[in-house]
């Protein structure tokens, strides 16, 4: 009977982790612009979605408890022009939710900007039988693992009721749904990238960000307000394609950028040339008039 027992989980767990991964798989292979990004007969991985509602504003009125066991509400966490990275998960997630945070926090570790300066990072979960405790020890790991303790004022973990934690996912367009047999939440790869009014800039997919991504990203959510001059002519060189699912490469803006830059290059030599002429021409003329005053005397 206990093999018998034994056998059945391991087909539940088996089952399950069929299902994230096909998740995953379909979340990469599919076109964004058609909305639906699950393509499967699996009944089961029906209920995973994710429907892009791209410049829509999500609800900032909803009431979250944070790790400390504060109630708070969502519009405290968007203000001062920062963007936002928003993580839907729950903190018992044995796979998958741990995979995307884990993504989130290397890509955070490798890039020079700190959540809290210049954006912030919210993660919500889906489970509202958690504890505010255990966010509390989710976010102590995750800022341990970054390295950088100075970012535990930008990156926040809250708990939420059932009903507003699910508003939020609908605003976003995070299906998921419960299952009843592994006691566990089945749901996509996805970040969610807001603007600093709410509203929704970008779906990044997947379990791994790039760095390049993740800055473009937030710059655009920002509107440019953040980041280097540097970055500023990145993001201008750089668009987003959902099809390839990251920002590419726009080969006119670089040429025209280039062509611009070799202007001011022209322009630059070619001017300084022209008033290093005008000097030696007036010094020339000064040398010839202070000789013609001698000869006169």
Same mark, same amino acid.
Not at 53 to 60: A, M, R, V, W, Y
């Given at each position: 009977m206990?093999?018998?027992?034994?056998?059945?989980?391991a087909?539940?767990?088996?089952?399950?982790?069929?299902?994230?991964?096909m998740?995953i798989?379909?979340?990469?292979?599919?076109?964004?612009?058609s909305?639906q990004?699950?393509?499967?007969?699996?009944?089961a991985?029906?209920?995973?979605?994710?429907i892009e509602?791209?410049?829509?504003?999500?609800?900032?009125d909803?009431?979250?408890t944070d790790?400390?066991?504060q109630?708070?509400v969502?519009a405290d966490?968007?203000?001062?022009? $920062?963007?936002?990275?928003?993580v839907?998960?729950?903190?018992?997630?044995?796979?998958?939710?741990?995979l995307?945070?884990n993504g989130v926090?290397?890509?955070a570790s490798?890039?020079?900007?700190?959540p809290?300066?210049?954006?912030?990072?919210?993660t919500?979960s889906?489970?509202?039988?958690?504890s505010f $405790?255990?966010?509390?020890? $989710?976010k102590?790991?995750?800022?341990?693992?970054m390295?950088?303790?100075?970012a535990?004022?930008g990156?926040?973990?809250?708990t939420a009721?059932?009903?507003?934690s699910?508003?939020l996912?609908?605003?976003?367009?995070?299906?998921y749904?419960?299952d009843?047999?592994?006691k566990?939440?089945?749901?996509?790869?996805?970040?969610?990238?807001?603007?600093?009014?709410?509203?929704?800039?970008?779906y990044?997919?997947g379990?791994?960000?790039?760095?390049?991504d993740? $800055?473009?990203?937030?710059m655009?959510?920002?509107?440019?307000?953040?980041?280097t001059t540097?970055?500023?002519i990145?993001?201008?060189?750089?668009h987003?394609d959902?099809n390839?699912?990251?920002?590419?490469?726009m080969?006119g803006?670089v040429m025209?950028?280039?062509?611009?830059g070799?202007l001011?290059?022209?322009?630059?030599f070619l001017?300084?040339?022209?008033?290093?002429?005008?000097r030696?021409?007036?010094q020339t003329?000064?040398?010839?008039?202070?000789?013609?005053?001698q000869?006169?005397?």
């Open positions: 206990k093999h018998q027992s034994n056998y059945i989980l087909r539940l767990r088996l089952r399950h982790f069929l299902i994230m991964t998740a798989i379909a979340i990469h292979v599919s076109q964004p612009a909305a990004v699950v393509r499967t007969d699996d009944p991985l029906t209920k995973i979605d994710i509602h791209s410049g829509e504003t999500i609800p900032l909803i009431k979250l790790e400390t066991g109630a708070v969502l966490y968007f203000s001062e022009n $920062k963007p936002v990275v928003m839907m998960a729950y903190y018992t997630c044995p796979m998958l939710c741990n995307v945070l926090a290397q890509t490798d890039i020079d900007w700190l809290g300066e210049e954006y912030r990072i919210v919500v889906i489970d509202s039988t958690e $405790k255990l966010a509390g020890e $989710k102590a790991n995750y800022i341990t693992s390295g950088r303790p100075e535990s004022s990156w926040s973990f809250f009721e059932g009903n507003q699910r508003r996912a609908d605003a976003l367009g995070f299906q749904y419960y009843e047999e592994l566990q939440y089945a749901h996509a790869a996805v970040v969610f990238i807001l603007t600093p009014d709410g509203e929704i800039s970008r990044l997919y379990i791994e960000f790039t760095s390049r993740f $800055k473009l990203a937030l655009e959510a920002a509107d440019g307000k953040i980041g540097i970055d500023r990145l993001l201008y060189c750089y987003y959902p390839a699912g990251g920002y590419v490469v080969a803006r025209t950028l280039g062509g611009a070799i001011f290059v022209l322009v630059f001017g300084g040339f022209w008033l290093y002429e005008i030696r021409r007036r003329a000064g040398r010839i008039d202070c000789g013609r005053t000869v006169t005397r």
